[in-house]
Nanobody, 118 residues
Framework: QVQLVESGGGLVQAGGSLRLSCAAS????????MGWFRQAPGKERESVAT????????TYADSVKGRFTISRDNAKNTVYLQMNSLKPEDTAVYYC???????????WGQGTQVTVSS
């Protein structure tokens, strides 16, 4: 079992940057793949970025490639999402998620709101 708490959301102008953090409880964090997802009003939740347990591999949605960077610090039980060149269409609630194996993500944070003004 792992508990996830996101922070770092807020209001930013288009072109600006934010860094989201997700702090995890438990001693098994370093064995979990982690991901950032987002859900905008009226839209389905979508995967933004994922990172393997060691950080060796990352994936990104096409819409954020080159602008967002996912990283993790296993010593701090924390995963990050650096978001640069933000656009109004990045506005959403951003969620951190974790899994130990398989395709489903059983562990979720409560979400943090990101609003990008034009």
């Amino acid at each position: 079992q792992v508990q996830l708490v996101e922070s770092g959301g807020g209001l930013v102008q288009a072109g600006g940057s934010l860094r989201l953090s997700c702090a995890a409880s438990g001693r098994t964090f370093s064995s979990y793949s982690m991901g950032w997802f987002r859900q905008a009003p009226g839209k389905e939740r979508e995967s933004v970025a994922t990172i393997t347990s060691t950080g060796a591999r990352t994936t990104y949605a096409d819409s954020v490639k080159g602008r967002f960077t996912i990283s993790r610090d296993n010593a701090k039980n924390t995963v990050y999402l650096q978001m640069n060149s933000l656009k109004p269409e990045d506005t959403a609630v951003y969620y951190c998620a974790g899994k130990s194996y398989g395709s489903t993500w059983p562990y979720w944070g409560q979400g943090t709101q990101v609003t990008v003004s034009s």
